[in-house]
């Protein structure tokens, strides 16, 4: 069974920097996508960056150029969501999701999401 879990979320300051992880486990398809997605209270879940097996990365425009999403090379069962210059609006629940097959787009199927970890800009 694929377990996420995510940490790494806590508060900070605007214009800050925060790293967050992502543990995988149970997770042995050689095709896959991942992905951080965020949902801020009172809003919808939104897309915040994917990446695939062969480090294909895509961002949504309002993290583009201020976050970097990666993989652990050797293991490839750690996620990164590195995020610097942080905003009050990237305030909100971070959640790791992953999915099998190498189509990688937001709007996919993920059927496997982590608990979220809390980030809180002020």
């Known amino acids: 069974d694929v377990q996420l879990v995510e940490s790494g979320g806590r508060s900070v300051q605007a214009g800050g920097s925060l790293k967050l992880s992502c543990v995988a486990s149970?997770?042995?398809?050689?095709?896959?996508?991942t992905a951080w997605f965020r949902q801020a209270p009172g809003k919808d879940r939104e897309g915040v960056a994917t990446?695939?097996?062969?480090?294909?990365?895509?961002y949504s425009d309002s993290v583009k150029g201020r976050f970097t999403i990666s993989q652990d090379k050797n293991a490839k069962n750690r996620l990164y969501l590195q995020m610097n210059s942080l905003k009050t609006e990237d305030t909100g629940t971070y959640y790791c999701?992953?999915?099998?097959?190498?189509?990688?787009?937001?709007?996919?199927?993920?059927?496997?999401w982590g608990q979220g970890t809390q980030v809180t800009v002020s």
């Open positions: 999701a992953a999915k099998v097959g190498s189509w990688c787009h937001f709007k996919a199927d993920f059927g496997y």
């Open positions: 149970g997770y042995t398809r050689r095709s896959y996508c």
């Open positions: 990446i695939t097996n062969d480090e294909v990365t895509v």
